[in-house]
């Protein structure tokens, strides 16, 4: 005789997506969600967002470099791959996470302030 099945928890407000598409995100480091959110707040809650440019490139950089780590580098340790292939691998994302990360750095520099706070709310809805 088999044990009744449980049935499974309904969604509540809490649980449901906020968007029928599909999404992945990465884990990141508690000390990094802490910087993350202390960014956003300290821009959010500036009368000048545009004060915030700067670190909030840096923090896009780092969030970049930590995404890319967690989805490919990852990947690759959990494969047991080898050395040979991680070094190869971390070398070539190193200089794609240096174009990229420039590259948005001069975008976010020049952005103004109602653009910030699209960029920053944004930021906050992948950290939930």
């Given amino acids: ?29 508690g000390e990094l969600r802490a910087k993350t959110l202390a960014v956003l707040e300290a821009l959010e809650e500036d009368s000048d967002p545009e004060n915030h440019r700067d670190t909030l490139a840096d923090l896009v950089a780092e969030l970049t470099e930590s995404g890319m780590n967690y989805y490919y580098l990852r990947a690759l340790k959990l494969a047991k791959a080898g050395f040979v292939v991680e070094q190869s691998a971390r070398l070539g994302m190193s200089g794609a996470v240096k174009l990229i990360t420039s590259v948005t750095r001069k975008f976010i520099v020049r952005m103004d302030s109602a653009q910030l706070l699209v960029v920053s709310r944004h930021i906050r809805e992948l950290a939930v």
Avoid: N, Q, V
């Fill in 1 to 29: 005789m088999t044990a009744p099945r449980k049935a499974a928890p309904k969604a509540t407000p809490k649980t449901k997506a906020k968007s029928a598409e599909p999404f992945l995100r990465f884990y990141h480091s």
